[in-house]
């Protein structure tokens, strides 16, 4: 059993749902980034693009890059943001051509939902996180990010934020076209690296992985990353994000050598604290669990008021928290500290079949016996 602040921060994606209702209070871009956290503001290693092939196996490759937790990185806990820079510098090292759009505000917790109504406004950041400037420079799009707000005005610090849905959606459908030129791509949508492990019944709360779910459903392939925190359960150190965010570049390189950049399913990539708890493991292929690390409770706050606030697991056996899935995502991560791989589709139907097992075997031997080691 692993102790209570562990299995706290195992669910960031339900945890960080709360700290999206204060978000609104985050600075712009250009006011975040002059007090940047002192985490990242530890400059990139790997700034220098590589000058051979072999070391730019994503050369071509177009990646629209969003996550749930917004583009903000101004946050000291790292949790709005940081880790979609490390990914945007993975990437771009690696060779890709990377463009970001992602939610104004962290959204986590806003699973697949999208707005209705009103208008989406991007706004570029030119003043990126110190220790990021020069990551993706030369790229032909020029590599742009942009924190996409729900105002029919510019953004602002009170501006209410896009979902991580609505940042992919409008992407796809019209914006990169308009900002990128990309009148027939991406290639590939990459989601994270969300604050915190998205696995077990958090997963359909998770935006991170809602987002990567509406790509599919535009028939584009889709990764959702998320890593770990420490074991305090609020802060999700620089060491984390970096580890899977070089993971996660090497293991979309080996997909796309291998033609496993489908679009029947998304693959959700969950990244074990690398600082507190040791190396990462060998990649394991999973399922989501069906069990719970914390959930949503409410305590009356008023007359007629419920303060939202979360309940831990206390994993006795036979409560609502056991997991009963044997290769679940939630055990190889948090007990056994793999890098849990798992397919997730859009199809929510009760015993649905993919329409080619053999693409999803091939994926599966993959990630067994051919992944990169973390």
């Known amino acids: 059993m692993r102790p209570p602040a562990r299995r706290i921060v195992a669910l960031t994606a339900a945890a960080a749902a709360l700290a999206g209702s204060a978000a609104a209070s985050a600075a712009e871009p250009s006011t975040a980034a002059a007090e940047p956290s002192t985490a990242a503001a530890e400059p990139s290693s790997v700034a220098a693009e590589p ?75 030119t003043d990126l996180p110190a220790g990021y400037q020069g990551d993706c420079s030369g790229t032909p799009s020029g590599s742009p990010v ?29 914006a990169l076209a ?86 029947e399913f998304a693959l959700k990539v969950d990244y074990p604290d690398v600082t507190t708890a040791g190396p990462a493991k060998a990649a394991r292929w999973t399922r989501v669990g069906h069990g719970r690390e914390v959930w949503h409770a409410y305590r009356p706050a008023g007359a007629d008021g419920f303060a939202i606030t979360l309940g831990a697991c206390e994993h006795r056996p036979g409560d609502a928290c056991t997991e009963t899935v044997p290769d679940a995502d939630a055990t190889a991560l948090l007990r056994d500290g793999h890098v849990s791989v798992t397919p997730v589709t859009p199809d929510r139907t009760y015993g649905v079949r993919t329409a080619d097992p053999q693409e999803l075997n091939r994926l599966r031997h993959y990630i067994e016996h051919d992944a990169p080691r973390p």
Not at 148 to 173: F, I, M, N
Not at 245 to 257: H, M, Q, T, V
């Open 51 to 125: 000058s051979t092939a072999a070391a730019r196996p994503l050369a071509g490759l177009r990646v629209l890059l969003g996550n749930d937790d917004s583009m903000q990185a101004a946050k000291a806990s790292n949790s709005d943001g940081l880790g979609l820079y490390e990914l945007r510098r993975a990437l771009c090292a690696a060779g890709a051509d990377v463009v970001v759009m992602a939610p104004w505000q962290v959204r986590s917790g806003a699973g697949t939902a999208v707005s209705n109504d009103g208008v989406l406004t991007l706004a570029r950041r």
């Open 146 to 174: 942009y924190g996409v707000c729900l105002s029919a005005g510019p953004c602002g610090p009170g501006s209410p934020s896009a979902t991580p849905a609505d940042t992919v959606k409008l992407a796809l459908r019209a």
């Open 178 to 263: 308009a900002k990128a030129g990309w009148t027939d791509g991406p290639d590939l949508v990459v989601t994270g690296i969300n604050s915190g492990p998205n696995v077990s019944a958090q997963v359909n709360d998770s935006g991170t992985v809602g987002a990567a779910l509406a790509a599919v459903e535009e028939g584009v392939p889709a990764l959702a990353l998320s890593s770990a925190g420490d074991d305090s359960g609020v802060f999700f150190p620089l060491a984390d994000y970096r580890a899977a965010a070089d993971f996660g570049a090497r293991l979309i390189a080996g997909l796309r050598a291998r033609g496993l950049l489908g679009t």
